[in-house]
């Protein structure tokens, strides 16, 4: 059973472009949503964790920055700015409440991004 | 902060072979454990995980992990891999208090010949 559904699975982005990223949340009994990058070198880093609707936070990493948004309870979006190299995102969803942390993460298919 | 070191970048085996494949991690309080699988072009998927009690927990597909405090590590086993046992795999640790942060290991690429 798919619990999230990442859209665009590939994007092309011309250098200096943005890209906005979208991951739905098909069961709400997973709630905590987060952003994870994954570099060209398979190394995973956690980006965000949005809980509630209109929530935002934004992070400037090596190599690009993001801004995240919880939109709804079901809708979490990421926009990627300033991208130098290519990576991929993954959305993750998990059931624990807040400060709670068992470490089991469902994760989304990933959004590739290349930079052109 | 917590670190987490898979020493092998790739492991190679036949079809039936055992494996094991080894994490490390270093850090001072209670903290959760856990192994995920990736295969090609997806996303981890989630394999099992430690907290405390048993040592040895079993997950999913044959693979199980022991805990060892006094070396710092929880390595993955299989007893007969098998060939769609090749992916990438990461061990992780996350603390109870840090949300939904997981710190990743570099990951080890496994894979099995047939």
């Known amino acids: 059973v798919t619990l999230l559904e990442q859209n665009p699975r590939w994007r092309l982005v011309p250098r200096g472009q943005a890209v906005n990223l979208r991951c739905i949340l098909k069961?709400?009994?997973?709630?905590?949503m987060s952003w994870y990058q994954q570099d060209l070198q398979k190394q995973l880093q956690w980006l965000f964790t949005l809980r509630s609707p209109g929530d935002k936070e934004v992070k400037s990493l090596p190599g690009a920055d993001y801004l995240a948004t919880r939109v709804t309870d079901t809708e979490l979006r990421l926009q990627v700015a300033n991208m130098s190299q290519g990576r991929t995102l993954y959305c993750t969803c998990?059931?624990?409440?807040?400060?709670?942390?068992?470490?089991?993460?469902?994760f989304g298919e990933g959004s590739k991004l290349t930079v052109l | 902060t917590q670190t987490v070191s898979q020493s092998d970048a790739h492991v190679t085996v036949f079809e039936g072979d055992s494996v094991e494949l080894r994490c490390n991690y270093s850090?001072?309080?209670?903290?959760?454990l856990s192994w995920y699988i990736q295969h090609h072009g997806h996303g981890l998927q989630f394999l099992l995980k430690y907290y405390s009690g048993n040592p040895v927990v079993q997950g999913v597909n044959g693979f199980e992990a022991e805990f060892s405090k006094s070396d710092s590590s929880f390595h993955l086993r299989k007893a007969s891999v098998h060939w769609s046992d090749s992916a990438v795999y990461f061990c992780a640790v996350s603390a109870p208090s840090s949300g939904q942060k997981l710190v990743f290991g570099q990951g080890t690429i496994l894979k099995v010949y047939l």
């Open positions: 069961n709400s009994q997973y709630p905590w």
């Open positions: 850090y001072g309080g209670s903290i959760y």
């Open positions: 998990s059931a624990e409440r807040a400060g709670a942390n068992t470490g089991q993460l469902y």
